[in-house]
């Protein structure tokens, strides 16, 4: 049995410094950081994320700046425009998704 190597568990680690989970509902004022961490409880948010399916960004810059933000508290003006476009972004990716489930679960017509 080989056993892992130390260095690859390190930078693997490193690697994800911190993480910070928005949450947004329609009628809100603006998203909320629901989760924040460095470390291991950064590696647990991204693993809890993508258990569930939900989309992780990667970009260090933006969770910086998150990383300032109160647990529970919404994200600054400063922060709108960013996260709006990611938003922005991602729920177009998640309609073309959608429209091609939807597509492709349709019978098919012969004739």
């Known amino acids: 049995m080989e056993r892992p ?23 809100s004022a603006a998203p909320r ?3 924040k961490g460095r470390g291991l409880v950064a590696e647990a948010i991204v ?4 258990a569930h399916g939900i989309y992780v ?5 933006l969770v910086a700046l ?4 109160d647990l529970d508290q919404h994200i600054p003006p400063q922060l709108y425009r960013a996260v709006a476009e990611l938003l922005a972004w991602l729920y177009r990716v998640e309609g073309r998704m959608a429209t091609r489930t939807e597509i492709s679960a349709l019978p098919r017509r012969d004739g």
């Open 5 to 27: 190597d130390p260095l690859e568990a390190s930078e693997a680690a490193a690697s994800r410094e911190a993480a910070v989970a928005l949450a947004y509902h329609a009628g």
């Open 33 to 35: 950081v629901v989760a």
């Open 66 to 69: 998150l990383m300032q933000v």
């Open 47 to 50: 693993r809890e994320a993508r």
């Open 57 to 61: 960004h990667e970009s260090p810059e």
